[in-house]
């Protein structure tokens, strides 16, 4: 059977509805995806039925509440195809996992003379932890060139590793241009030289299955709410071995093992970097999100949404005073641009008045748009429910919003 879309858009309650009197056309799934009624059902029978703290095994509550919490980790380390659910660490997000290993790994492992190396296309979340940690270690923070189509130089890459080089933090799709970067060539270039690397896999997880054994990354993080799951979670995985080396980076609760004022000695993973009371409801529909996608055919699923990004492409390098940003060969998701002689944030409002939702601005991701000379970019993101006609009805919008405009 094909993918049926429009049997999915009945599973997203948020899609039927009208804004400023048009139906809505959501097209900011970089920013954020809409979920599922089995996520939010995920989420209310969890505090309906089942709220209680975890791991603290004193009654039934509590331990339903573990027990469901424990076994989204599993969804997780199945969909990441980790070898463990102990290299599961819960983290608020994206930013906070790349945070993580930043601090834990970074602050003890790198010293001056050492260089840790992004790609030019980073998110500002895989920019200025690096850089905070450079500044207190005297590492080196260099970033890898990209190439005027937006996408990763790999002969700059391969040019920029030698001994200094200790570790390599790399967006896996990313969320200004679309770009998909090499990421496997990406990780057994830098293994060469002995570097870590981490993939910020957050615009990645929704389009397609991730292994990390066949990717072989150090670390690999995402964020729920950019894969139909909720805000305030999100997963680092990491290979236990580097793991079990790393200081933990926050203190608390759940983390540690024994207390005394004059010394703590820390839990085992993944708890080791669990402080505090983690978000077991977010967790739980985080698990709940991967299961909505694992009874869909992924592979469908991301012929689906390669139609529709490849239909938006055509119509906009068709379309009179629009630029693309990034005209990269593998793209996911994505669709960046500018119209000539209009400012972005003034486009997005006429549109969002047509009902049609974008994003615009930097993205969070200044570098690149300085390098692409624009203070920022209309960006329509794509989800699985888009269609031909969402991308149909942005053009239309553009359409109306130019004649207002000009
Ligand atoms: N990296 C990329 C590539 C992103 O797109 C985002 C979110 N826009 C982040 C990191 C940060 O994710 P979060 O805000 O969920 O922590």
């Not at 599993?74 to 608020?92: G, H, M, P, Y």
């Amino acid at each position: 059977m094909s993918f049926n879309v429009e049997a999915v858009r009945q599973d997203f309650p948020i899609l039927q509805q009208q804004v400023n009197d048009q139906p809505l056309v959501y097209l900011d799934n970089g920013a954020t995806t809409q979920k599922p009624n089995s996520v939010i059902d995920a989420i209310t029978n969890y505090y309906r039925c089942d709220n209680s703290n975890v791991h603290r095994g004193a009654h039934t509550l509590s331990d339903r509440a573990t027990g469901h919490f424990e076994q989204a980790r599993k969804t997780v380390q199945k969909f990441l195809n980790a070898s463990s659910s102990d290299e599961i660490i819960w983290t608020k997000g994206t930013t906070e996992a790349i945070n993580l290993v930043a601090f834990s790994w970074g602050l003890s492992e790198l010293k001056q003379g050492d260089r840790v190396l992004v790609s030019h296309m980073e998110h500002h979340a895989n920019i200025v932890p690096w850089q905070m940690v450079c500044q207190r270690t005297g590492a080196e923070l260099v970033a890898i060139p990209v190439t005027d189509q937006g996408e990763l130089d790999l002969n700059a890459f391969e040019a920029l590793l030698d001994e200094r080089v200790k570790f390599v933090s790399m967006v896996h799709v990313s969320n200004a241009l679309g770009t998909v970067n090499p990421v496997a060539d990406v990780i057994e270039l830098a293994h060469k030289v002995g570097a870590r690397v981490l993939i910020d896999g957050a615009q990645a997880v929704a389009h397609w299955s991730i292994d990390v054994q066949v990717l072989d990354c150090d670390f690999y993080v995402f964020s729920g709410h950019k894969l139909y799951g909720p805000t305030g979670i999100g997963a680092l995985y990491g290979k236990a071995e580097l793991l079990n080396q790393m200081t933990p980076f926050m203190g608390g609760g759940e983390m540690i093992e024994t207390v005394t004022f004059a010394e703590t000695t820390y839990n085992r993973l993944p708890y080791k970097f669990e402080p505090g009371t983690p978000n077991i409801a977010g967790a739980i529909g985080l698990a709940a999100a991967i299961e909505y996608l694992n009874q869909l055919d992924r592979q469908q699923v991301e012929q689906h949404e390669q139609d529709v990004l490849n239909y938006a492409l055509e119509r906009a390098e068709a379309y009179e005073g629009l630029r693309l940003i990034g005209s990269a060969k593998q793209r996911a998701g994505v669709l960046s641009f500018v119209l000539e002689g209009a400012h972005p944030q003034d486009v997005g409002m006429l549109l969002d008045q047509q009902g049609v939702a974008v994003r615009t601005g930097n993205h969070c991701a200044m570098p690149i748009m300085d390098f692409f000379g624009v203070p920022g970019t209309i960006r329509a993101s794509f989800a699985l429910y888009n269609t031909r006609a969402d991308v149909d009805a942005l053009f239309a919008a553009l359409d109306k919003a130019k004649r207002l405009l000009f």
